[in-house]
């Protein structure tokens, strides 16, 4: 299997079983929006709990947060979004489509970063034009490139009318933590070093959204902002990228698929930032920075709001700017990553399968209960009175029913889903074979084999799993 088969195979298996459909699909699609499906939603909620127990219930002294997608324009002003948050683009002069430079550039090897003037960007891109090919028509000529702005504008309260600026939409979503840096403070009087969580929307006006879930319009980032004294930033830091690591390898992914990468050139207020990447089909990219900010976020803010954003440190009684060191993931880019790790194909029983391996804990199905004829209501009754009593012994677990065609097809399904478990209900287990009444056989997703089990060790084999 080839890398890009791989993306096709995730691709297609993502929306035969109802984990990602592409956004407006009947109106053929919206680039760059997708929609989770039933499937999708539950993986992705089991993500969003797992990174929410990691970065606040587990933690002493970090709060959580949700806040509102519109903000004060002013926000996006300090920031420096309305003047800086832009990405390169040219236009193929055959077929018009439209190139990131940037990251055509970065392809090469060669580095365009965000300080650049479009005179800079364009002497590299002159220089490197020839290698340069459009990705519709292969052809080599560009229009120059040109600064273009990613925030989306909303109208919002329609101010731009009256010579106002608009009201974006978040262009990323942990602004909403530096706005509420203070009422954090004021309502739950944290003690210095804090942090503060958040999952919310963003987004881009990216000029080429692609790779799936990778570089969309729309997605979803888990943020988190940790509040320290001046200069005490190099020891939380290099913990927090370690915490960071280890948690993606606690829900399964494989550690080798993971890799660090330090920024090489830095913007002029950070300290030090770090990637860490995924090895995703088209190879190691970005699933979430890591950067140590100094105090330039509340600093900005303190300066354009006129709000005093210093922390007195109840002990010393002294002020001063907390610095940040933030993490930030992609949820659509940690979806991915997971797919990607799991995809797998085998031989079993003689036919080749696909199956995901998902980490049980993960997992968006836990088990699967079927019957194995469905035009037995002996047996069908018995298997609905087996999934009512797992679902009781294991509350809030995705217990799914299963029915349809013969056993083999279902499992298939089933592996392809990623349900680490399936229980079958037969004539034994009706109690044909009276040393048997009573029994279920477990069926393990990975490889194949099953075991004959009373109801309750079934329940404990998946309690244990999950
Ligand atoms: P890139 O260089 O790939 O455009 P970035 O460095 O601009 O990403 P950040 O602004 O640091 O990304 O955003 C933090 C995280 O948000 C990224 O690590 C990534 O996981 C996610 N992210 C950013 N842009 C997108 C996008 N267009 N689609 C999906 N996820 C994104």
């Given at each position: 299997m080839t890398n890009l088969d791989l993306m096709e195979k995730i691709v297609s298996l993502a929306k035969r079983r109802g984990f990602v459909f592409p956004g407006s699909e009947i109106y053929g699609g919206l680039a760059g929006v997708y929609d989770f499906g039933p499937h999708g939603v539950e993986l992705l909620n089991n993500l969003k709990r797992l990174w929410w127990e990691a970065s606040v219930s587990a933690r002493d002294n970090w709060y959580g947060l949700d806040a509102g997608m519109f903000k004060n324009p002013k926000v996006w002003e300090a920031s420096g979004h309305t003047s800086g948050f832009s990405d390169p683009l040219a236009e193929c002069k055959k077929c018009n489509t439209r190139i990131r430079v940037d990251k055509e550039l970065e392809a090469l090897g060669v580095t365009a970063d965000e300080k650049m003037s479009e005179e800079e960007i364009n002497a590299l891109f002159d220089a490197h034009r020839a290698e340069i090919a459009c990705p519709k028509c292969g052809g080599h000529e560009f229009s120059p490139a040109k600064k273009?702005?990613?925030?989306?504008?909303?109208?919002?309260?329609?101010?731009?009318?009256?010579g106002g600026e608009p009201v974006y939409l978040p262009g990323e979503a942990c602004q909403g933590i530096y706005l509420d840096y203070k009422n954090v403070v004021d309502s739950m009087h944290p003690k210095i070093p804090f942090g503060i969580a958040q999952i919310g929307k963003a987004f881009r006006n990216e000029i080429s959204p692609r790779n799936f879930l990778f570089r969309c319009r729309e997605f979803e980032q888990a943020d988190t902002q940790l509040f320290v004294k001046p200069d005490e930033n190099k020891e939380a830091y290099e913990a927090l990228k370690e915490e960071r690591m280890a948690w993606y390898q606690s829900i399964g992914i494989r550690k080798e698929k993971l890799r660090f990468k330090q920024h090489e050139n830095l913007v002029f207020y950070a300290k030090d930032a770090w990637d860490i990447?995924?090895?995703?089909?088209?190879?190691?990219?970005?699933?979430?920075?890591?950067?140590?900010?100094?105090?330039?976020?509340?600093?900005?803010?303190?300066?354009?709001?006129?709000?005093?954003?210093?922390?007195?440190?109840?002990?010393?009684?002294e002020k001063f700017i907390p610095w940040i060191l933030e993490t930030s993931m992609g949820m659509?880019?940690?979806?991915?990553?997971?797919?990607?790790?799991?995809?797998?194909?085998?031989?079993?029983?003689?036919?080749?399968?696909?199956?995901?391996?998902?980490?049980?804990?993960?997992?968006?199905?836990?088990?699967?209960?079927?019957?194995?004829?469905?035009?037995?209501?002996?047996l069908v009754e018995k298997a609905k009175e087996i999934r009512a009593a797992l679902s009781k012994a294991l509350p809030g677990a995705a217990i799914a029913w299963d029915d349809n065609g013969n056993i083999g097809k279902r499992y298939r399904r089933q592996d392809e889903i990623g349900t680490p478990f399936c229980i079958t209900i037969d004539f034994d287990t009706?109690?044909?074979?009276?040393?048997?009444?009573?029994?279920?056989?477990?069926?393990?997703?990975?490889?194949?084999?099953?075991?004959?089990?009373?109801?309750?060790?079934?329940?404990?084999?998946?309690r244990a799993a999950i």
């Open positions: 273009f702005n990613l925030l989306v504008k909303s109208n919002l309260g329609d101010f731009a009318s009256e990447e995924y090895e995703y089909p088209w190879g190691f990219d970005e699933l979430e920075g890591i950067h140590d900010r100094s105090d330039y976020d509340l600093s900005q803010h303190q300066k354009f709001s006129g709000t005093d954003l210093s922390y007195a440190d109840p002990e010393t009684g659509g880019r940690l979806f991915l990553a997971i797919l990607a790790d799991a995809y797998r194909e085998d031989e079993l029983g003689g036919e080749t399968r696909a199956y995901l391996a998902l980490s049980p804990k993960v997992a968006p199905v836990k088990a699967m209960v079927s019957p194995l004829l469905k035009n037995k209501p002996e009706l109690g044909e074979k009276p040393e048997l009444k009573d029994t279920v056989t477990l069926r393990h997703r990975d490889s194949g084999e099953q075991e004959r089990l009373t109801v309750s060790e079934a329940a404990e084999k998946i």
